[in-house]
Every structure is written in C-alpha cells, then in structure tokens.
C-alpha cells in the first residue's frame, strides 16, 4: 500500500504525542548535527552538504516514509561510495550518482520490490558493515592523531603507507582533543542519556579549543567559513556518456540505500511493535535522492542509530522526524557559522565511535561459526569492501551467495532410481487390503526413477547423470515427480534430451505426479506435444498399467506348434 505513514499517523494524533514527537526531534536534531557534518567530511565534500542532505532528505524520507519512525539522513554506509565517486567523477558525478540511484529506488518501490530486504544474505551485510567500519576508522588516523600530511589515499593498504610514513608528525594537542572528546562520549551516558554524548563532546571540545587558544585543525581552517543558508535547486548537466559511466556506482547506491533503510525500518518495528510499509519506504527514499542533490546534498537512507535515539526518546509518529530535519534548519540558519570553530579531532572521535558500533564485531564473530560457505562469503565481503571497493565487494558477495544458494539446493534435490524398491514393497505386501495401497509388481524392462526437489538448473546435470548410469535400456521409463515444486527451463531441457533420446532408442517415457508449477511449465513448453497426454498421469499406479499394456503388447503371441504329421504304414 503506497500510503505514507504520516497520512495514517495524524487520523488519531493528539497533544501528549505531538509534545513527545516534539522531543524527540529535537534531541535527534541535535544527534544529528555533528553526523551530518562528520559524515560529509568522511566522505571527501564540504560539511554544508551533509547538513543540507541531513535537512532535505530528513524531511522528505520522514513526511513521505512507509515506518513511523524512521530518521533518514546521511550515513557511514554511504562513506566508502561517495569518497570513491567524488575521487573519480567530482561533485557533478556524484550529484548525477545520487539522482539516478533516486530514481532506482522509485523503480523499486512501485513494483514492490520491498521485500528486497529478504534476499540479501546476512552474512553479506555483515561483510559490507563490517569492511565500511574499518574504512571510516581508517579515514579518521590523520584528523585524530593531527598528522601533518596531504589527502588521505582512497585506497586502505596505500592510506596505511601514508600514515606510517607521517607518523612522526603527529601533533600532541590534537590526540589530547580527539582523546577528551572519546572520554566524554563514551563517559556522558552514565551521566545523562538525554542530551547525546556526541553534541557534548563537540560542545565541550570546541570550548575549551577556543577558550584555551589550543593549536589544532578545525573545520573553519580547512573548509573555510561555512554557509549559513540553504542553496537554490540546480539541475546538473547529465550526458548520456556520463550516465553510462555511472550506472554501477548509482545501482550500489540504491541497493545500498535500499538495504539499509528497510533493515532500519525492521528494527524500529521490533521496538515499538508496528509493521513499517516497505514499498512506500522505498518510494520515500526515491524522492529524497532525487530532491536533495539538487540543493547540493549527498545520499541518504535510513539511520539506524538516529531512529533508535528517536524511539527511546518518545518518537512514534513521523512528525518527530519532520521536527529532526527543522531544528536541523533553525541550527543551521542561527548557527551555522559556529560549526567553522569545531576541532577536526572532535569530528575524528565521533567517527571512532561510529566506525566502532558499526563493526558489528560480536555479530561477525558469530558468523565466523557459521557453515563455510557462509564464512567464504562474510570474508570475502569483508576484505574486498576494505581492500577493493565497496561496489565490487556487494557484486561479488551476491555472486557467491547465489552460487552457495544453488549449491545447497541442487544438494536438497535427489534423483533415485527406486524400482527395485517399488517392487520389494509389492512383493512383500501379504494383507489384500493394503495391497491396493502400493504398485503390483513390476515387470522386467520397466524403470522407475523419482526426483525429490526443486529440478532447476542445479539439479539437472544429476538427473542426466543417474539415467545415464543404469546401465540396462528400458524399454519403459517411469518419472516420478511427487516431490517436485518447481521446475524451470534448464531442468525442463534435461526432461527434453531424455525424452528425445528414449525415442531414438525406442523406450517409453512417462510422467506421474507432477504438480501444478511443474505442470503449468511443461504444458507451454513444446516438451508437452512431444510427451503427448498419454504419457503424463496423475498416479503412479496408472503410470505403471499404461506401461504393463504397452509391455503386454511388445510380447510376441506365442504359436502353437502343428503335430508332426504320420508317416504313412
């Protein structure tokens, strides 16, 4: 159903909820301002962009979003794409990224693809966390320990190089900052779980900077003053040569937003007992990559952490998340200019603390014990993510999770020559009653084979390999699919070249017990006029009559011998 949540909301809204919406957003809003800023920086542009992606799409995610309490904005997940997009095609490329990613994911959500989220292994997503939490912690050494040194690499093992090689410029003022503001964010908690230990620290430390006149780099010495206003909407000029060129970056955009929104979404549903509509939510999401580029933002998704800190603090409706992206406005509008004053340090501790939560460390842990297929890909995901790229590691941890998942099926899927079974359990058989119940005893040069589960592309190199290890030809080929659930082109293929080559060499082949999809694909398939409806039967046992009739009818009519005449006296 592609009704926004705000829509369903405000039917019953009344005062207590709005103050509690109230709250919440605002305490969110200021959760959300030394993010935004620290994201933006992560991810190679300007601090302005991420608080107009934070204000924009917040809005619009919230005002238009399928949960009720989802905060969208910009994010760590966002950081690897964005860095290596900005590095290659520049600020237009990534606008032009991010508007073709909105677009996507409109695609998705009016075909109702929501349900993306079921078809993404676990251990991929772990992988891909994992690998961006490592990248985030790794960009932030320079700002944290106050080197003195140019860019930072893109690439992991050339940013470690490059540390190494300037880690005698580290400045002690600096790592004292970046210190003081990890203690206060992970100390302020016990102390106040309401006003965020992220706003503390940025407030405390960019205090005692000033105050105490202390040497270290801020946002205003490196970016210079910021903008204290929002941008007037720009269409970016879009070639068709440009487009092309970033198509795979905008995809890994949108199933990166996609995953992460809708897996946020599931949490908050877990916390406050609704059902999010995830369609609308992708739709939501469309429309806010699609807006906030061109004010100038970057991409943005779900926040898992955002909406959490929404929910524990009184957030239920989407007004909550409106107010998110309004004191966002104000604080930008009023004092904007202030947030040149924070210490780069600062903005490196926040990150530390984000890269951290994100790690999943435990979760990937856990996962190690998992089966090895799983373990391949969690590993391979992780170390592409952090070695390669993001956009290769999700392509090729996708690619592996979809060969492990046929794999496991062609495994679950069994091709079992059974007549001799079938004819024990015949001949074994003493009570006339139960007699009716199971095949009579089958004749010589009749074979009976069953498949027992999906008969795909996996499984039919099997079938073809178990009939062509009976050594003998029948002269009657019995299939049985009672255990069959799907069937698709490539197994129907294997079901031709038996049924093609049992011609040529004169044996029968009928079908018993197929059900209704494998059915439904034979009878549009040519396969059905070849077989013909002579040959498919619903029971096995009327399978084995039509193949006693046609045996009865291949044996020669004996002849009866004349007496040998006399001989004559």
């Known amino acids: 159903m592609l009704v926004p949540k705000l829509v369903t909301t405000l039917k019953d809204y009344n005062r207590q909820q709005f103050f509690s919406d109230l709250t919440a957003g605002i305490i969110v ?5 030394p993010l935004a800023i620290a994201f933006a920086i992560a991810s190679g542009v300007s601090p302005e962009r991420g608080l107009i992606t934070a204000i924009v799409a917040g809005f619009l995610i919230s005002a238009l979003g399928g949960s009720r309490v989802q905060i969208g904005g910009p994010t760590g997940a966002f950081v690897v794409i964005i860095y290596g997009i900005v590095q290659e095609y520049g600020l237009e490329g990534l606008t032009v990224a991010t508007l073709m990613a909105g677009v996507m994911l409109l695609v998705m959500g009016f075909a109702k693809l929501g349900s993306i989220i079921k078809f993404v292994p676990a251990p991929l997503v772990t992988g ?14 320079k700002d944290f320990l106050g080197l003195q040194m140019g860019d930072v690499p893109a690439n992991f093992l050339e940013k470690i190089t490059a540390y190494s090689g300037n880690i005698g410029t580290a400045s002690l003022p600096a790592i004292g900052v970046g210190l003081m503001s990890l203690a206060i964010i992970l100390v302020w908690p016990r102390i106040n779980r309401r006003i965020p230990g992220p706003f503390v620290a940025l407030i405390a430390a960019t205090a005692v900077v000033q105050l105490a006149g202390i040497d270290v780099e801020t946002v205003g010495s490196r970016f210079g003053t910021l903008s204290a206003t929002i941008p007037t909407p720009v269409m970016p000029r879009m070639s068709f040569a440009d487009m ?3 198509v795979v970056p905008a995809f890994s955009i949108a199933l990166l937003g996609a995953v992460e929104s809708l897996l946020s979404a599931v949490v908050a549903d877990g916390m406050i007992g609704s059902r999010h509509r995830a369609n609308m939510e992708l739709v939501a ?7 906030s580029p061109l004010f100038g933002g970057i991409p943005a998704t779900g926040a898992i952490a955002r909406t959490a800190t929404n929910v524990r603090n009184g957030g239920r ?17 009023f004092f904007g200019k202030w947030a040149a004053l924070i210490p780069m340090a600062t903005l490196a501790a926040i990150l530390v603390v984000v890269a951290y939560h994100m790690s999943e460390w435990r979760t990937f842990r856990e996962e190690l014990a998992a089966p090895k297929g799983d373990v391949a890909v969690l590993l391979a995901t992780f170390f592409l993510t952090v070695i390669v790229d993001l956009t290769v590691a999700i392509e090729i941890g996708m690619v592996l999770s979809a ?19 079938l004819d024990r359990e015949a001949r074994d058989q003493s009570d006339v009653l139960l007699a009716d119940l199971v095949p009579r005893s089958i004749p010589a040069g009749v074979e009976v084979f069953e498949i027992s589960g999906a008969f795909f592309f996996g499984a039919a190199e099997a079938f073809k390999e178990t009939l062509t290890a009976v050594g003998r030809k029948p002269k009657v080929l019995v299939i049985r699919m009672r255990d069959v659930s799907l069937l698709d082109s490539t197994g129907l293929r294997a079901l031709r070249d038996v049924v093609r080559r049992s011609k040529t060499e004169r044996t029968l082949v009928l079908v018993a017990e197929i059900h209704a999809q494998p059915l439904a694909v034979l009878e549009r398939s040519p396969l059905h006029e070849e077989l013909g409806a002579g040959q498919i039967y619903p029971t096995l046992e009327d399978a084995l009559d039509r193949a006693r009739e046609f045996m009865a009818a291949r044996q020669p009519t004996p002849v009866t011998p004349f007496p040998a005449a006399r001989k004559p006296d």
């Open 128 to 141: 891909f966390t994992s690998g961006i939490a490592v990248i985030i912690f790794s960009s932030q050494v």
């Open 317 to 333: 409706t989407p007004v909550a998340g409106i107010i998110h992206a309004l004191t966002l406005l104000l604080i930008t509008l």
């Open 403 to 421: 060969f492990l998942f046929m794999h496991r099926m062609s495994e679950l899927t069994a091709v079992n020559a059974v007549t001799r079974q």
């Open 29 to 33: 809003g200021v959760v959300a301002l």
């Open 285 to 291: 999401q469309g429309v806010a990559n699609i807006v």
């Open 244 to 246: 092309t060129a970033l």
